[in-house]
T-cell receptor, first 112, second 113 residues
Framework: NAGVTQTPKFRVLKTGQSMTLLCAQD?????MYWYRQDPGMGLRLIHY???????AKGEVPDGYNVSRLKKQNFLLGLESAAPSQTSVYFC???????????FGPGTRLTVT | EDQVTQSPEALRLQEGESSSLNCSYT??????LFWYRQDPGKGPEFLFT???AGEEKEKERLKATLTKKESFLHITAPKPEDSATYLC??????????????FGQGTTLQVKP
């Protein structure tokens, strides 16, 4: 049981480049989330999904897009990276039965 | 507005020196309060869920308690391996069936040997 996995672990982008972060979970969870974590700002919700084929905006969605084509996968895309998107990104998932979220190990992204 | 505030931001303790971390919230109709531990370079790891005022949960040297407005994470005789950032979170008031959580900014605990 791998839980929640994220790829890649690290990435450096130049301003304007695009990339996709992949989150996968093997717990058959309906709900999945993307957060960013910045010093002094805590965890902020970017986008979330309550089921396959559904997505919704969180607290800080601008500059990001997401897709949930398969129940176990949740993709976060940056179409044109900006230095303000330098952050650590976490994916999480949980079942509708409770609010306990399981987190992935994170992706550290630097945009220069 | 839903808010979760943790204090202190940072705490340094000597090994064996007990203390408490605080998490206060403004969400009405609380549907649970969650404590997580986060080690450097890793994702948050779930510790406890508390659902009602007066409830307590324990795990090794940690004990979490809940009142109507705040929660405390008591650390008894801490060891260096307890050093981490501790996060608390509550369901957003209008989270409906989405499972969305509001996180505090965390307390970074350092326990020196």
């Amino acid at each position: 049981n791998a839980g929640v996995t994220q790829t890649p672990k690290f990435r450096v982008l130049k301003t304007g480049q695009s990339m996709t972060l992949l989150c996968a979970q093997d717990m058959n969870h309906e709900y999945m989330y993307w957060y960013r974590q910045d010093p002094g700002m805590g965890l902020r919700l970017i986008h979330y999904s309550v089921g396959e084929g559904t997505t919704a905006k969180g607290e800080v969605p601008d500059g990001y897009n997401v897709s949930r084509l398969k129940k176990q996968n949740f993709l976060l895309g940056l179409e044109s990276a900006a230095p303000s998107q330098t952050s650590v990104y976490f994916c999480a998932s949980n079942s509708p039965m409770d609010y306990e979220q399981y987190f992935g190990p994170g992706t550290r992204l630097t945009v220069t | 507005e839903d808010q979760v505030t943790q204090s202190p931001e940072a705490l340094r303790l000597q090994e064996g020196e007990s203390s408490s971390l605080n998490c206060s919230y403004t969400v009405s109709g609380l549907r649970g309060l969650f404590w997580y531990r986060q080690d450097p370079g890793k994702g948050p790891e779930f510790l406890f869920t508390l659902y009602s005022a007066g409830e307590e949960k324990e795990k090794e040297r940690l004990k979490a308690t809940l009142t109507k407005k705040e929660s405390f994470l008591h650390i008894t005789a801490p060891k260096p391996e307890d050093s981490a950032t501790y996060l608390c979170a509550v369901p957003a008031r209008r989270s409906g069936n989405t499972g969305k959580l509001i996180f505090g900014q965390g307390t970074t605990l350092q326990v020196k040997p």
